[in-house]
């Protein structure tokens, strides 16, 4: 059975180029949730909580999500080359099926079954993303913010952006600057008790 440590790292840049291509062509509606699975689980290249802090960064910089990981895993392993390596490798295909796809639709768009697909397709999505959500939850156990805490900022952000529909950078600055907040608090805490502790 593998355990949750990551024990392995790209050996080269290429590698990542291939590894990021490769998981980019798999991600058909939702590529957080191949990334956690090929990252994490098959190449162990990231423990699920170092996935996770990355993810957290990743959501709240401009850009898509899974760009910004890219560039962050490429860049922990080879530098700027790493970085260039997986987003090169996350972007270049897909662009070019994507491009297309984009003249097969311009051509078909009229056609009521190829929109109720594309409606379809949404509902996977969604699914793919609550999946890697309920997938990675029991990472919350080490968190700093303790389980209750975390699953409060969740279910807080959801009502907010889901529910009441609020503008999602106003929502991200408010609870992410508070659950920051917080875990600074709590980490400084806990460190102070360590140094009483061995004084």
């Not at 190449?43 to 960064?57: G, K, S």
């Not at 899974?66 to 996350?90: E, K, P, Q, S, T």
């Not at 990675?136 to 807080?156: D, E, I, K, Q, W």
Request: aromatic letters at 10%; charged letters at 15%; hydrophobic letters at 55%.
């Amino acid at each position: 059975m593998r355990t949750e440590a990551a024990t392995d790292r790209p050996g080269s840049p290429a590698q990542l180029f291939y590894a990021f291509t490769w998981l980019a062509l798999q991600g058909f509606g939702g590529v957080l949730a191949v990334a956690q699975r090929v990252l994490c689980e098959e190449r162990r290249w990231l423990a699920r909580e170092q996935f996770i802090e990355m993810l957290a960064i990743a959501q709240v910089l401009p850009g898509p999500n899974i760009c910004n990981l890219a560039l962050m895993v490429g860049d922990r392993f080879f530098g700027w080359r790493g970085a260039f390596a997986a987003l090169a490798g996350m972007m270049t295909v897909p662009l070019v099926i994507v491009l297309a796809l984009t003249a097969g639709y311009a051509h078909f768009s009229g056609v009521p079954e190829v929109s109720g697909a594309l409606r379809g397709m949404g509902a996977v999505s969604a699914g793919l993303i609550a999946g890697t959500a309920l997938k990675l939850l029991p990472s919350l156990r080490t968190s700093v913010l303790g389980v209750h805490a975390a699953a409060a900022f969740a279910v807080t952000a959801f009502v907010a952006v889901g529910l009441l529909r609020w503008p999602l950078v106003w929502v991200l600055a408010a609870l992410g600057g508070t659950s920051w907040s917080l875990a600074w608090v709590r980490l400084h805490a806990q460190r102070r008790a360590g140094d009483d502790a061995r004084g």
